[in-house]
């Protein structure tokens, strides 16, 4: 059992598309933000009210200049082969990533709000969209799919809009996440996942192998996983 909470986080190569300097460069960015956390003892409490072991809050990269910037081009390197006429953001978290990203690729941006808004249009996708568009939809972070599903389902449904995948920073990599996705029609992208994180956590010493196969049992149900 762990003593205290760990922060660390490592890439994964998607598709070959980034390379090991990169991926290296990202890991040791997000370990010493601590955007990851461990911790077997005490269990954090996700919004959800599920007893984890893991924690991810990314808001705090966006204040760091060098390391969003180092991101920012990862997403690059990864829509660079990517058939889109539009970068949407998720709110709130996805939004200051994917304006980034629209200026690196000097593609238009729009957003997707959680719920439509109670006065005026109602509508839950703001900026311009054309019916019909391509539209790369950006999140920080996949934990269940829930909301990341729901701001597909609000463009294809506003707009029209062709949604294929979805770009993120990080995922759990959970089989019900993955079931979400599957059922929407849209696949994911990102440039660290949870397995990585764990070797990278276990290959430091800050876990063990023991460690290590306990937290890839939470992926196969979280809410089961304390009890």
Known sequence: ILDSIIGTTSVKNIIGKMNNETAQ???????????????????FTWTSGIKS???CDLRALISDVE???VIVDAFAELLKDQNFD???????????????????????????RSEAKAHGTQK???????????????????STGKSSVAAVEALRTEADAQVDSIFAINTYELKKAAETFAAAGVSIQTVTNYSVILEVAK?????????????????????????
């Open 53 to 55: 072991p893991v924690y």
């Open 124 to 142: 839950r996708v703001e900026g311009f969209l054309e019916k019909g568009a391509r539209v790369a939809l950006i999140e920080d972070h996949i």
């Open 203 to 227: 290959e430091a010493g800050k876990i063990t192998e023991e460690n290590v196969q306990l937290l890839k049992k939470f992926q196969e149900d979280p809410a089961a996983w304390a009890l």
């Open 25 to 43: 460069k990202i890991a040791q960015a997000l370990l010493e933000c601590g955007a990851f956390k461990i911790s077997l003892d005490p269990l």
């Open 67 to 69: 390391t969003r910037r």
């Open 86 to 112: 539009v970068i949407a953001g998720t709110a709130t978290a996805g939004i200051p990533w994917a304006a980034w990203i629209a200026e690196k690729l000097n593609k238009p941006m729009v957003y997707v």
